[in-house]
């Protein structure tokens, strides 16, 4: 009841109020249940997405790796559900600027994605409406474009750091990716960002070893012309 309660507060923008609503479920059902359920973890993991909206980084940064812990324990936990958690945990390392966690955690939801796909690929099955994030219909796109959208956060983050290597690596398999759909329209607002994540890591290449280079022959005002 609280949390439908919560979740109409957030459709509202209404989050301080969602996330006292929030608190109080959480403290009720590990009160009557004494113990961390999938349920625990649902509402830690909203509890999180609350938190952020608020901009209140670090409280959510403990709710999704309480989540997050909580799936790994629970035995009925899916491989999705903690590649979410995994993907979660991540994005908020990104606005914390940790980035060296943020990697560890997208690459753990990669990780998953990846045996995820393998798995159901292997047994020859369509993946079942309870695998598939947000109650989508998609059966085949929606585990790659999820992929798709951790790839690119990958890719992102390595640009971001001066990686420009590893960033065009990942930038390329989410190119390759794209490609391999049927219904492009599905994620046409990916390509946009893929290619100029690329466009980037070459530009980000070439000023690097003209830097280098600049250094390695004595010259020390390497500033690039207009």
């Known amino acids: ?6 979740n109409i ?4 923008q209404e989050y301080a109020l969602a996330e006292e609503d929030l ?9 009557s249940s004494g113990r961390c359920t999938l349920l625990v973890a649902f509402n830690l993991n909203t509890l999180g997405l609350v938190q952020s909206k608020q901009r209140k980084y670090i409280m959510a ?3 999704f790796l ?18 979410n958690a995994c993907y979660n945990v991540a994005g908020i390392y990104v606005k914390l600027c940790n ?6 955690f997208y690459r753990e939801s990669l990780s998953l994605e990846r045996k995820i796909e393998l798995e159901h690929h292997n047994q020859h099955q369509p993946i079942s409406s309870v695998s598939r994030p947000h109650g989508s219909n998609h059966q085949s796109t ?8 951790t790839i690119i956060q990958i890719a992102a983050i390595c640009l971001q750091i001066d990686d420009f290597e590893d960033a065009l690596h ?11 759909y049927n219904d492009h329209t599905f994620i046409q607002q990916d390509i946009g960002s893929i290619q100029r994540g690329i466009d980037a890591c070459y530009k980000g290449r070439i000023s690097k070893y003209v830097n280098e280079s600049c250094k390695t022959n004595g010259i020390f005002n390497c500033a690039s012309a207009a």
Request: proline letters at 3%.
């Open 9 to 12: 507060h957030e459709q509202e």
């Open 1 to 6: 009841m609280l949390t439908n309660i919560a």
């Open 170 to 180: 990942y930038y390329l398999d989410a190119m390759k990716l794209f490609f391999a």
């Open 23 to 31: 608190e109080e479920a959480l403290r009720i059902l590990t009160d």
């Open 66 to 83: 309480e989540s997050w812990k909580i799936r790994l324990d629970v035995p009925e936990a899916t491989d999705r559900q903690i590649s």
């Open 61 to 63: 940064s403990e709710s």
């Open 142 to 149: 929606v585990p790659r474009t999820h992929r798709l959208s």
């Open 99 to 104: 980035f060296k966690e943020a990697l560890h």
